[in-house]
């Protein structure tokens, strides 16, 4: 009988353990899910401002749109992997997608750093130009398309993209330049004006005089915004003064990498954008460029003061 007793009590005190034991593991699990969640609440931070970067990536365009909901666009890649680098740094680790991939033209020093983030990142939909050019990193931007089967749009003036509350609108170009060869691929350049509430920024690629006058010649569109990425780097083959005159810029980007042999900004461009007293910013003195807004004021943080 004692034994029996014995038996009972220890099989009891063995369950016991068992279902302490079990309890103990799910209160760790909740635990390790509840600081998961704090962590990517802290990450994403509190809704409400939009965020763009422009990136230093050297002599080249390289930028990110974070939509006050947490939505990506990228408008082109730089010309290496510094890009995807920045990308990294910049956004959540668990954020691996990007809404919207813009490639303005399929120059190296806009498209190169664009191929890395199609393998790494996923990519909802394309927006180019469609332009014919035959260099290696574009043929394996269109096959990294074509193989995952992303959704392509060839831009054109009069789209509309919309992200909650962010829109874009596309200015530039007029026509449909699938599979057509040019002479000069910056006036192919896809250019989109974003509108935020009261705030608009124009990113014009490395657009030229040229295209710039198409633009004004078809007089669709307002230009005038808060914000302009200068066209070309700066160079005096883009922002003419009737251009600059419907835009008139509060603050100019001015994407250029340090000592780059081109020139790059060129001194009348520099003199015009001052003469709008717009308060420039550029990469090679000023490191990465972040512009925030709540749709109403623009704040303004660099890397280099
Ligand atoms: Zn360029």
Redo the contacts with the bound molecule.
């Keep these: 009988m004692r034994f029996l007793i014995c038996l009972v009590l220890v099989s009891f005190d063995l369950r016991f353990l068992i279902f302490m034991k079990k309890l103990l593991k799910i209160s760790l699990g909740l635990l390790i899910v509840l600081a998961i969640l704090l962590f990517v609440t802290y990450q994403s931070g509190t809704e409400g401002d939009l965020k763009i970067y422009f990136f230093d990536v050297g002599q080249?365009?390289g930028i990110l749109i974070r939509t006050p909901s947490h939505q990506n666009i990228v408008i082109d890649g730089g010309p290496d992997n510094a890009f995807i680098t920045k990308l990294g740094q910049t956004l959540p680790f668990y954020d691996k997608t990007i809404d919207l991939m813009i490639l303005t033209h399929p120059?190296d020093?806009?498209l190169f750093g664009l191929v890395e983030v199609l393998k790494r990142y996923q990519v909802k939909q394309i927006l180019y130009s469609g332009v014919l050019h035959s260099t290696d990193a574009y043929e394996e931007w269109l096959g990294l398309i074509k193989e995952k089967e992303i959704p392509v749009k060839i831009a054109l003036a009069g789209q509309e993209f919309v992200f909650a509350e962010v829109k874009l609108k596309v200015i530039f170009p007029f026509e449909d330049f699938t599979n057509v060869k040019v002479d000069n691929l910056n006036n192919t350049s896809v250019v989109v004006q974003l509108i935020y509430n009261d705030i608009k920024v124009l990113f014009t690629g490395?657009l030229e005089e040229e295209g710039e006058e198409e633009i004004l010649r078809s007089s669709i569109f307002d230009l005038q915004s808060n914000v302009i990425k200068v066209g070309?780097?700066g160079s005096n083959t883009s922002s003419s003064e009737n251009f600059l005159q419907q835009v008139l810029p509060e603050y100019a980007i001015i994407q250029v990498g340090e000592g780059n042999k081109f020139g790059h900004p060129s001194l009348r461009t520099l003199f015009k954008l001052e003469r709008y007293s717009a308060k420039i910013f550029r990469n090679d003195l000023n490191g990465d460029i972040l512009l925030e807004s709540d749709g109403q004021e623009i704040l303004s943080r660099t890397t280099k003061p």
């Design positions: 080249g365009d120059h020093d806009h490395d070309h780097h």
